[in-house]
């Protein structure tokens, strides 16, 4: 919950949000705009602290074992203020790996080698501030698996991306980092083309609260036949569900193997 210290009023973003995620699965968070889905994503990446309830990232409490958790978890997001703009791509890999505590010896090999999976080589030694939108998201993907963390939570991935890229982007995440990896990821996003293909969960957040969870195809016949992820949300938000455009940029794809634990959370408020 954010308190107003002035006039002493309590505004709830989350309440009583009861979520758990199994290892390797790939979770869906759908919602309206001011439903609570940033806040929630926060809590999980430590970077605000919950007002009551607990939380678990791949088994580490978010409150009393934050270090540990952080070192579990890799934040993707489109906000391109994070990083240093006068510094080049390859830079910015190298500083941020470095606030991961990698060895000296092991930054440059862990740098190039994502560089060279999100199609930044030939560009990595220009500025930051003369990135397009695409490229910049594809070195918000580059950060967030640095460490490779057990569990990645992605904000919206695919905004900055066409309709091609988009989907190799989600063939990357559930073959690779899901499939061979064996990683969890919570993937916040507006397209539900995109949630349905990718997701083997879904969950639908609206003021503050989880209204349903579960596949898609659950979900669905949860309605009536020939009912689709956009008549769900409808169903259990009341409102329509407004999907994001998006511009291009290509993607490649990795190979790796590490398995994870998941997470997951009871709370009663925020």
């Known amino acids: 919950m954010i308190r107003n210290s002035r006039k002493k009023d309590v505004l709830t973003t989350l309440d009583r949000v009861n979520l758990r995620v199994k290892e390797g699965e790939v979770l869906g968070l759908l919602g309206p705009n001011g439903a609570g889905k940033s806040t929630l994503i926060k809590v999980l990446c430590t970077l605000i602290l919950p007002t009551e309830g607990n939380a678990y990232v791949n088994g580490y409490d978010v409150v009393k074992e934050g270090q540990k958790a952080r070192s579990s978890i890799g934040f993707i997001t489109t906000d391109e203020r994070s990083f240093y ?49 695409g490229m910049k998201q594809r070195m918000a993907i580059a950060r967030g698996l640095l460490n490779d963390p057990v569990v990645l939570f992605m904000d919206e991935p695919t905004r900055s991306l066409d309709p091609g890229a988009a989907k190799s982007l989600r063939d990357f995440i559930k073959e690779h980092i899901v499939g061979e990896k064996g990683k969890t990821v919570f993937i916040s996003t507006h397209q539900l083309d995109e949630a349905e293909q990718l ?13 349903v969870q579960g596949s898609p195809a659950e979900l669905k016949k949860g309605i009536s036949e020939g009912s689709t992820l956009g008549d769900v949300f409808s169903l259990y938000t009341g409102k329509s569900f407004e999907e994001e455009s998006t511009s291009p940029v290509p993607f490649a794809l990795p190979r790796h193997k590490r398995r994870g634990r998941g997470f997951g959370m009871k709370r009663k408020g925020y």
């Open 85 to 133: 703009w006068r510094l080049s791509g390859r830079e910015n890999l190298q500083f941020f790996a470095t606030l991961h505590n990698l060895p000296k010896s092991l930054v440059k090999a862990r740098v190039e080698e994502l560089l060279d999976v999100v199609h930044l080589k030939n560009r990595a030694d220009e500025p930051f501030l003369n990135y397009s939108a």
């Open 199 to 211: 997701c083997d969960s879904i969950a639908i957040l609206d003021e503050g609260r989880i209204k």
